[in-house]
């Protein structure tokens, strides 16, 4: 508890979860107000970094948030000496270490595209059309299938599937720049999260299997690693599992995060080329902590003990009762456990689902 009649608990570190930050960044203002799903989804879900803080670390919640849903390191005011770490880094978060021109090229789309051509070999991923930014028609391509995406979007908003060349342009003139992916047969999403040190060194953390939906985050699975590791071997890839990391982990060296510290994620994808199955050098990288991150904790904290399988996803409350597992401590054997509260406003919930069919 905090306040003038309780005694006072300082955390060096609070976390805050703010998704569709990347606005926030792209103006560089610090006033800034999100859309109203945007705020409904960071109430809904700002009890979520309890699964990843560690021990002595606060996490900021809301106001509304009732005492009997909130534990002690749950606060709805920072302190001083508190320093905010968020989701992603923004203006609206203070003191938070960058400039918003640094805060800017964090949340750009165009990282992601500086990491790709750092990344892609043709001896290791075989022939590929190479993504590209465009801003003038004579630059579309003549011919393909792309997916166009706009510069600081995230999570499926900002994503287009055009059907052909023509519609492809008419979304150019409407949006006066577009990011352009080839489009690939895909057949599985991976996630691979690293930490990035004060030093410079890289961390690799773990992979991350999980679902999308046109351009959408849809779930994620969180098993034991044994679990994990059968699911890739029976997805035989070129480059393998092991060939991949090592790769990352080699060009990760000498990749400019313009001065980025701390968790972040590469999302690629499985795809048929043909008879054989390849690897995509990258689709995105996130320089922020990502739902990957999320499931791999979940993982080590419950699914490693507990030896079962879940699918964590954030759903609509509907039809969904019980207290977060915050409180509980249990996981259900034969229903969803609930990671965050319900309270009579909720929109979204994130829960764990025993024994799904991946």
Same mark, same amino acid.
């Given at each position: 508890m905090r306040g003038a009649d309780a005694l006072t608990i300082f955390f060096m570190i609070l976390h805050y979860f703010n998704p569709g930050y990347e606005l926030s960044a792209k103006r560089g203002q610090a006033h800034y107000t999100p859309t109203k799903p945007v705020r409904q989804l960071r109430h809904d879900l700002a009890t979520l970094p309890i699964y990843y803080a560690a021990e002595g670390e606060g996490v900021l919640v809301p106001q509304d948030l009732p005492t009997e849903l909130r534990t002690e390191q749950m606060v709805s005011r920072a302190e001083t000496v508190d320093r905010i770490v968020p989701w992603g880094a923004a203006p609206e978060v203070p003191g938070i270490g960058y400039d918003p021109l640094e805060m800017r090229r964090l949340a750009s789309r165009e990282r992601s595209l500086e990491l790709?051509?750092?990344?892609?070999?043709? =001896?290791?991923?075989?022939?590929?059309?190479?993504? !590209? #930014?465009?801003? &003038?028609?004579?630059?579309? @391509?003549?011919?393909? %299938?792309?997916?166009?995406?706009?510069?600081?979007?995230?999570?499926?908003?900002?994503?287009?599937?055009?059907? =052909?060349?023509?519609?492809?342009?008419?979304?150019? !003139? #409407?949006?006066? &720049?577009?990011?352009?992916? @080839?489009?690939?047969? %895909?057949?599985?999403?991976?996630?691979?999260?690293?930490v990035r040190h004060p030093d410079g060194g890289i961390e690799y953390v773990g992979v991350h299997l999980f679902t999308t939906g046109q351009g959408?985050?849809?779930?994620?699975?969180?098993?034991?690693?044994?679990?994990?590791?059968?699911?890739?071997?029976?997805?035989?890839?070129?480059?393998?599992?092991?060939e991949y990391v090592a790769h990352l982990l080699e060009r990760l060296r000498g990749y400019d995060f313009h001065g980025y510290t701390g968790p972040f994620g590469i999302d690629t994808v499985v795809w048929r080329d043909g008879d054989h199955l390849r690897l995509a050098p990258s689709v995105e990288i996130n320089l922020r902590r990502t739902m990957g991150h999320v499931a791999l904790e979940l993982s080590r904290r419950y699914a490693e003990p507990s030896g079962r399988t879940y699918l964590y996803e954030i759903t609509s409350p509907q039809g969904l009762t019980g207290l977060p597992l915050y409180l509980t401590g249990s996981l259900l054997?034969?229903?969803?456990?609930?990671?965050?509260?319900?309270?009579?406003?909720?929109?979204?919930?994130?829960?764990?689902?025993?024994?799904?069919?991946?």
């Open positions: 790709w051509k750092k990344l892609y070999e043709p =001896s290791l991923f075989g022939p590929m059309m190479p993504p !590209r #930014r465009i801003s &003038e028609e004579s630059e579309v @391509p003549k011919e393909g %299938r792309w997916v166009a995406k706009l510069d600081f979007s995230s999570s499926g908003r900002g994503v287009f599937f055009p059907r =052909s060349i023509p519609e492809l342009c008419e979304l150019l !003139r #409407r949006h006066q &720049e577009l990011y352009l992916e @080839p489009w690939l047969d %895909r057949v599985a999403d991976r996630g691979y999260e690293f959408r985050y849809g779930a994620s699975l969180v098993a034991p690693q044994a679990v994990v590791l059968e699911q890739l071997r029976r997805q035989p890839t070129t480059p393998t599992h092991e054997r034969h229903a969803p456990t609930l990671l965050t509260p319900l309270l009579p406003s909720t929109r979204f919930a994130a829960l764990l689902r025993p024994d799904p069919k991946w």
